[in-house]
C-alpha cells in the first residue's frame, strides 16, 4: 500500500472524538498518526492500520519547473 507522509487517511472506525480522519507523520514498521480532530497521537503496527484504511487523500505539489 502506498502510505507516504503528509497523506490524510481516512479509517472505518471513527476516533471516539468523532473524526474518522488522521494525517500520517511516520511510516515503517509502525505508523505514527495524529487524529485531525482532537490532534492526540498515536502510533499503531502498519498491518493494523492498512487493514483499516479506507482511503489515502494526497495533496498534490505541483511540478518543478527547471
Do not use: Y
Request: one cysteine or more.
Amino acid at each position: 500500500m502506498d502510505v507516504r507522509i503528509g497523506d490524510t487517511l481516512t479509517m472505518k472506525k471513527t476516533h471516539p472524538c468523532g473524526s474518522a480522519e488522521w494525517k500520517v507523520l511516520r511510516i515503517g514498521a509502525d505508523f505514527r498518526l495524529r487524529c485531525l480532530g482532537c490532534g492526540h497521537e498515536i502510533m499503531t503496527p502498519r498491518s493494523k492500520a492498512e487493514k483499516s484504511i479506507r482511503k489515502i487523500s494526497r495533496e498534490e505539489t505541483p511540478a518543478e519547473g527547471g
